[in-house]
């Protein structure tokens, strides 16, 4: 059984910097793309961003210039350097991984804070 296992969230000062790690236990088979997303109550959950097997990456226009996706296939691990960190950037933070069989997975949130 896969499972997706988030750490780095937490409570932070504007223009503070967090990185969030995501980690894959379990056997996938060939994790084509891996991505954050966020939510905030109310709200649906949206892309920040995203990086696939060629290390090709995506970012929500909010987030361009502040956050960093990375990726270490050996460890099948994910991660969100996110800099410059914003009061709008609190939400809860998630990591999805999709197969080349096209199944997601994905993890159980950790909360990120900005607040002075």
């Known amino acids: 059984q896969v499972q997706l296992v988030e750490s780095g969230g937490g409570l932070v000062q504007p223009g503070g910097s967090l990185r969030l790690s995501c980690a894959a236990s379990?056997?996938?088979?060939?994790?084509?793309?891996m991505a954050w997303y966020r939510q905030t109550p109310g709200n649906e959950r949206e892309l920040v961003a995203g990086?696939?097997?060629?290390?090709?990456?995506n970012y929500v226009d909010s987030v361009k210039g502040r956050f960093t996706i990375s990726r270490d296939n050996a460890k099948n691990t994910v991660y969100l350097q996110m800099n410059s960190l914003k009061l709008e950037d609190t939400a809860v933070y998630y990591c999805?991984?999709?197969?080349?069989?096209?199944?997601?997975?994905w993890g159980q949130g950790t909360q990120v804070t900005v607040s002075s």
């Open positions: 990086i696939t097997s060629a290390d090709i990456t």
């Open positions: 379990g056997s996938i088979f060939s994790i084509i793309y």
């Open positions: 999805r991984f999709t197969s080349f069989f096209r199944n997601n997975y």
